[in-house]
Structures are given as C-alpha cells and as structure tokens.
C-alpha cells in the first residue's frame, strides 16, 4: 500500500514519519473531530452509543498494544477495566478524592498490576501466556464477587469536574472526548516511535529482538503495563458512567469482545481498535434493537433470540479471520487503493 | 479436616475426576496431533449433554432404548461436528499465527452455545431417570450411585480410546502424525486425514462428558465451564501428554472436591470466607503449574531461555 498521491515528495523524516502525511489524512481527521465535537447537536437520545463506544475502544486500544503489537495474547483485558472500576471506586467513595484523581489513581494502579501480571511474560509465551491471563481473569472475578459486593450492586458516585456534577449524557461526553482522543493520539505517537518499534520486533520474534538489544524485560513488562493502564482508565470512566458496577460487567465475555474488538478492527492498526469498539458496540445494540421486531414476525423465533447475538459474532469473528485477517482497516485501505486507482485496476 | 471427609471426598473426586480425564483426553489428543488449543472444547460438552437429552425425550420408546439410541445418535452428530470444524473452519487456517486460531475456536464456541442454547433454552435439564438415583454406602462413605456408574463407564472408554490408539491403523496413523508431522507426511501417512479424525475424536470424547454429567448434574447453559476444568487437567498432566491429561483429570476432581470444599467451607481470609472457592480452584492449579513447571507433569519440556 505504497500508492502517494502524485507530486507528493517527503524530503524530511519528520515528514516522512507524520502521523498524517498525506493532505487526505489532515483534512479528514480534522473533519472527524469536528464531527465528534458537534455529533450530541446530531445524536441527541442515541449519544449513549457514542459514549459506550468511546469506552470500551479506549480499552481497546489499550489491548491492540499489548496483543496486536506486542504479541502477548491476553483473556483477561476486562480483569485490568474491573481493577480500574473499583480503585476508582474506592477512592472516590472511601477516601473523598475528586474524579480527576480517581483517574488517575485507577490508571497508575492498573499500571502497576499489569507490570506484575505481565512478569510471567518472560517465563511463559504463546497459549501458557494466555491460558494463564485467563486464570488471572477468573481469580479476579472471583475476588471482585467476594469483596466489593459481587453482582451489580456497587453504586459510583457521578464524576464531577471543576464543581460541575456530570449527569448527563452530553456533559459526559465532552468530558470523554478528550481522553479518548488523546488515547488514541498517545498510542499512535507511541506505536511509530522507539517504544512501539521495540514492541513490534518483540512479537516477531523475542529472540531476535534480545540480540537486537531490546530489553525484554523492559518492553514485554511495559506492554502490559500500558495495555491493562488504557483498560483501566476506561474501567474508571465506565464506572463513572454506568454509576453501578458489579461483577457481571467484568466477565470473561466481556474480555472475549475486546478480543473480537480489535480483530474486527485489524490488529496491528492504530485505528483498528476505534472501528472495532465501534461496530462491536453498534452490532450489540443493533441485534437488541431488531430483536424484538423479528420475535413478533415470527413468534417460534422468540426462544433463539436470546443466543443470536453470540451466534452472529462467532460467525462473524470466524469469517473475517478466514477472508479478511487484517480487519476493517485493512477492507478501508485496500477501499481507498481501489478508489485512488478507479476506474483502472492497475 | 477429618479422614471422613478426605475419604469420602477422594471418592466422588476420582468418580469426578475421570469425567473430566475422558475430557481431558480429547482435549490433549486434539493438541497433540494439530497444535491447535481448542478453547472450544466446553461448548462441545455442552454439545453433547443438550443433544443426547433432546433426543432421549423426543424418542417415544421404553427409556433405556430411548436412550441408547440417542447415546449413539448424539456420538455420531459429535464425530459430524468435528469433520466439519475440521474442513469449513480450520483447514483454511492452517499456518495461520496462534492468536487467529485461539480467537477462532472461541468464536466456535459462541456459536455452538448459542445454537444449543437458542434451540433449547438455558434452564437445568435433566435426563428421564435412565440409571437408579439412590446412593451407595461404603461403610460409613456416601457416593451417589450415577457417579459409580458413570465412573465405570469412562474407565471404559479411556481403556478403549488408549487400546484403539496403540493396535488400529487410524490409531497409529495418529500417533506418528502428533510425534512428528512431517515425516509422518512423508511416509504416506494423509496430515488432513489424521486433523480431521483427530477433531472427530476429540469431539466424541468432550459429548460423552457432556453425556456423562447430564446423568450426574443436568445439563444447563454454564457446562461448559467444564471445558475450563478440563483445560486445567491438561495443563496440568502436560499439554501434548495423553496419560498426563488423563492422570490431571483425576487430580483436578480430587483436589476440588477435598481442598476446594475444604476451602469453601471452614477458610476466612481477613474476615472473608471463601464461599464458592471450588469454582476456581483449577484456575489457582494452572497459574501454580504454569509459575513452577509450564510443562506439566508429563508434558514435553521445551525449554527456551530468555
């Protein structure tokens, strides 16, 4: 996917390595912030997918750099959002602090939780890695059942920002936005630059990147401290948005949709997750919402209602890993090549 | 901890245990000679424990023969499960890298559990009474009769399975594929052959678990569950190692039913107790086994130091 537009010579690296280097990129982008910043005037009742969405791709991002760059499979991204939710929880409730702390608390704890569930890492690769984030997953589901109230009874204060309480959707919003974007921006500087070239030769091959001088202990103990820091903060803001958190939220299916998140998306690009969140977030609320019109089309439906969701995201996990491994990004990029190129093939 | 309570709960742990060893065995076969973990393999217990009594209540004939015909039913739709896995899903990917795999059985596993589960609800089922409930009293031990039987029955199996891999051809054809694909393929022995069978078999093994604790517990929608249990045995015993997984088996139901239930009942931590604490303790054995020895028991020991 060499294609540049004609006329357009990079005579610097700084332009060479420009997150958007094309005139394409720069103009679109700005158009997708303006259209994020003005999507409550246009959304109105639906703007909770927005925020949802904005959620859980913040974690998302967060495993498409342990798992998509870094190689290390983890089943227990929701494991690290939990931990968030309830630290957050914690020091808002027990110790007063403000929301702003809170985040920041919950994304420094899940920082460190990850360094040390990522120690195995060095020990332990491939299947044992992820066999073993799926105990870590079940261990901490069981914990959060038997400590902090079990099942959806935890209630979180709403967060609060500068003596402005946030209560509503588009208040919440605003306050999402930025982190969000900023998320996204931070993993993408991060991904083109030292760290993530160091993460990137980790999964190819640990060997090579040892004798290459990357660090292993290092990189593979960074990744996961980044990926369970971005699950923690949006464990936070979830918190904070859901305003109940309970032990139901955090299961491994919810770790198995990160999963489905990011290979949706495409694994190894740095918008994959955003599209993913995104139309994982959009299909579940969809199949909720046709549901009940196809159960009174068709009463004998009613009983297979329940499980469509799963059948459909299997099916669709299932051919997309067969037809098209590289995810949305990669069907958007091969859709902007054949565009560039139309009408010829060539 | 009293030696009744020990006793009694090595007894319905062995008897526990070699369901889980039958299961466990698929498991370990089906890594063993296709690389592939199947996270999949809870949901074709789940498979196998919906089909068999579906079609034991569909049938209209006297119980027993009801039952035996969808015993054999259900095993044969097992085998037709695993062939297609085999052929539509996984042959595309092969040589694709580990995650893809992983990622795709457990989209399999949605799958099935949402079609068993949409086809027949997710409430408790249980089978029409095939073989007597009482209880039998070992001086003064109690163990639930259905969990002689179904013991008896898995012993039988893992006999067989171990018989049929070491005299058939298809048996043999599987052990040298698993011990080294590419001179098995070189010796005339079909690689696509030995994946498909190797997924029929493991498919088998998972539905007669899944039999096998319908009769014991019921069936309900969170049996797969014991696919986890399963994988903790495996892992435990050795991923690519036969007699370790099923050995694992049987440790995993002891240890459960002896220190889980121990746990569960008399251990407060801090002012907790630990209610529910069986649930996780093959979890607490596979983050033990992979810290001290990632190999397992009987597993190959493939060491790769960093």
Redesign the interface.
Known sequence: MSVRPAGDFKTTYVRDMALLDTVFYRVGFALLLAALLAAPLVLGRYLFLLNTIGIFALGAVGLSLLTGFAGQISLGHSAFMAIGAYASWYVTTRLGAPFPAALAFAGAATFAVGAIVGLPSLRIKGLYLAIATMAFQFITEYVVIHTAGGMGGTVVPSASLFGVQIRTETQFYYLLLPIWVAGGVFAANLVRGRVGLALMAVRDRDYAAQVLGVNLLRYKTLAFALGASYAGVAGSLFAHYNRVIGAEHFTILQSIDFIAMIVIGGLTSIWGPHLGAALVILLNQGLRYVTPSLVTLLPTFARAATPLREIVFGALLIGLLIWEPGGLAMLFRKLKRYMDLWPFPH | MTLHFVLEGTLVGLAVGSIYALIALGFALLYKSTKI?NLAHGEMVLFGGYLAIALTRSLDLPVWMAFALAVAGTLAAAAALGFVVERG?MR??YG?S???V???T??????I???M???W??DTRQFPPVVPTGVVRLGDLIVPQVGIYSAAVALVLLVGFSLFFRYSLVGIAMRAAANEQLTASALGVSLKRVFAYAWAFAAIAASFGGILLGLWLGVNFALDYVG?KA?AAV?LGG?DSIPGAILGGFIIGVLENILGAYIDAHVVLFG?T????K??TP??V??LV??IR?YGLFGTEHI?R?
Do not use: K, T
């Not at chain 2, 630990?274 to 604490?277: A, D, K, M």
């Open positions: 973990l899903i595309p990917l694709q580990l995650l893809s992983i990622i795709v457990l989209a399999l596993g949605y799958i559990r949402g079609l589960v949409g086809l609800g997710g986890l994988l892992i991923l907790v630990l209610h529910g604490f649930e996780i979890f607490v596979i983050l992979l810290l990632p790769e960093l």
